[in-house]
């Protein structure tokens, strides 16, 4: 069989949701050819190339751009079977990708993806429809197939300073032991993990460095998940390129919980954590079930600092039950703790994402405020408690895009201070933190001078779509840029996180 593989976004990364199942493709006698439509024009050729078309959709920005193409795709060719692979790929399957995708792939991909390039059902496959498939198991993992994709140079790179390096992303593992019931990855793996071979890991690392990467991201949900495969994996990466830097994500709690291991991570090469935070009110931490509290946030960020290692929060200011003064809170936190320079201004305008299957849809707190479920944005509507908030939010999107959410010294620190300066005055007209002196920069906690290593790419895995994004989707094909805003209905701004 004949697969075109696409990639429409995976946060400025070279896709591994691509070369990853293109090896395994490969490897069962399949010729692949791939396309990633965040960096290159689309190829209607390429389509009619194809004995099948499958898309990669491991987050939200991804499954609703990829929705849009896949109409596209099947408007040229009608009978041309379609695939949606990845964690959001069940995601609204019974009305977005109803009539667009032919079979929709959830958990891991490859061995089902295999089975569908091949004609048949996969083994170990359990699911409801005949089109869907949740596939958990796994019988080996293959180096991903970097060949098929886009230079490095095309990707988002590591900023130290003046200085910015080629980056690539690797996977040490799959799914998550944790059930934080606004994320995704609960409703697939249900706290399952699967890891990645060291051995496959390093021989993945290697093709990056080939090619000129000098710095690596591990993009595995919680690097932490599995501490011993994590340290074994720095460990064997860094004994073969010592020269080699690495950022990771971890929750909190593993911050804190291991923190014998953050001497040696430092010294295998770990300049930035990016961990999601959330928020800092305890209230809201237990609804969203994240196992920390703010002041162990406060502690995360003095111990990884005493390793040399910067923390990248990651936030959800705005949930149906927040209140203004809970976003000041998060500000003056940022502040506090010296992390202007380290926070991506899309950050400060996050909207809670509710997807079909969302565990938070059960909490008294959410259902209260729920509206109805919108299949183009792919995510239930509601509204906010605290009367205009909801415009708040939607200011502060149109705000962050509008000023390119670029996490540069004074594009940082500028657009950081007109976020403050909108939430102070909405505060004030709404009686709540008038006459409150803010904290002094650092008064928590201080961080090195200069700029923080950062990569390039400010958005994250649930942020709605941008306008540029949709642009750079449509270049070369704007009858699918039409169609995908006609599709969506989407206002600028306003990007979501689950």
Same mark, same amino acid.
């Given at each position: 069989m004949r697969v075109l593989l696409v990639s429409t976004y995976e946060l400025g990364h070279q896709p591994v949701h691509v070369a990853s199942p293109a090896a395994a493709l490969r490897a069962g006698g399949h010729d692949v050819c791939a396309i990633d439509?965040?960096?290159? =024009?689309?190829? %209607?050729?390429?389509?009619?190339?194809?004995?099948? /078309?499958? +898309?990669?959709? #491991?987050?939200h920005t991804a499954m609703r751009m990829?929705?849009?193409?896949?109409?596209? /795709?099947?408007?040229? %060719? #009608?009978?041309?079977p379609i695939c949606l692979y990845g964690l959001y790929a069940g995601m609204s399957r019974d009305s977005s990708s109803a009539g667009i995708a032919d079979r929709v792939i959830v958990g891991e991909y490859e061995p089902a993806l295999l089975a569908w390039a091949n004609g048949t059902g996969g083994a170990n496959a359990t699911g409801g429809a005949s089109d869907m498939v949740v596939h958990l198991g796994r019988s080996g993992f293959t180096t991903p197939a970097r060949d098929l994709l886009p230079p490095l140079e095309r990707y988002a790179r590591l900023v130290l300073?003046?200085?910015?390096?080629?980056? @690539?992303?690797?996977?040490?593992?799959?799914?998550?032991?944790?059930?934080?019931?606004?994320? =995704?990855?609960?409703?697939?793996?249900? @706290? %399952?993990?699967?890891v990645v071979p060291e051995e496959v890991v390093v021989s993945d690392v290697s093709q990056l460095v080939a090619v000129g990467a000098r710095h690596v991201t591990f993009a595995d949900p919680d690097f932490l998940n599995g501490p011993r495969h994590a340290v074994r994996v720095a460990q064997a990466v860094h004994s073969c390129f010592p020269d080699l830097s690495f950022d990771c994500t971890t929750k909190v709690e593993h911050i804190l919980a291991h923190a014998d291991l953050w001497a040696g991570m430092a010294k295998a090469g770990c300049l930035f954590v990016v961990s999601a935070f959330e928020s800092v009110d305890d209230t809201t931490l237990r609804i969203l079930d994240k196992?920390?509290?703010?002041?162990?946030e406060s502690a995360a960020v003095?111990?990884?600092?005493?390793? @040399?290692?910067?923390?990248? #929060?990651?936030?959800? #200011? +705005?949930?149906?039950?927040?209140?203004?003064?809970? !976003?000041?809170?998060?500000?003056? +936190?940022? !502040?506090?703790h010296d992390l202007v320079g380290n926070v991506d201004a899309v950050q400060y305008t996050i909207r809670l994402l509710l997807p079909e299957g969302s565990l938070l849809l059960s909490a008294p707190e959410v259902k209260a405020r729920l509206e109805h479920y919108d299949a183009a944005r792919l995510s239930w509507v509601w509204t906010a408690e605290e009367f205009g908030l909801d415009e708040l939010q939607r200011d502060l999107?149109?705000?962050?895009?509008?000023?390119g959410a670029q996490p540069v010294a004074a594009g940082a620190e500028d657009t950081f201070e007109e976020v403050d300066a909108r939430v102070r005055a909405f505060m004030s007209s709404h009686g709540t933190g008038s006459g409150m002196v803010g904290p002094r920069r650092g008064s928590q906690s201080s961080g090195p001078t200069g700029l923080r290593p950062r990569l390039s790419e400010p958005w994250f895995c649930c942020s709605e779509p941008t306008s540029t994004q949709q642009a750079a989707v449509g270049v070369g094909m704007n009858e699918v840029h039409v169609e995908f805003r006609l599709a969506t209905n989407l206002p600028p701004g306003a990007p979501l996180r689950s």
């Open positions: 439509v965040s960096v290159e =024009p689309w190829d %209607r050729d390429l389509v009619e190339w194809a004995d099948g /078309v499958a +898309f990669s959709v #491991p987050m990829a929705v849009a193409l896949a109409a596209s /795709v099947r408007a040229q %060719r #009608p009978d041309l300073g003046d200085e910015e390096r080629l980056a @690539g992303a690797v996977e040490a593992s799959h799914g998550c032991s944790h059930r934080c019931r606004h994320c =995704p990855l609960p409703v697939v793996y249900d @706290g %399952r993990l699967r196992g920390h509290t703010a002041a162990d003095t111990l990884l600092r005493g390793h @040399g290692i910067e923390v990248r #929060p990651s936030w959800l #200011p +705005f949930t149906p039950w927040a209140k203004a003064a809970e !976003v000041g809170a998060m500000l003056d +936190f940022v !502040v506090a999107a149109a705000l962050v895009e509008a000023a």
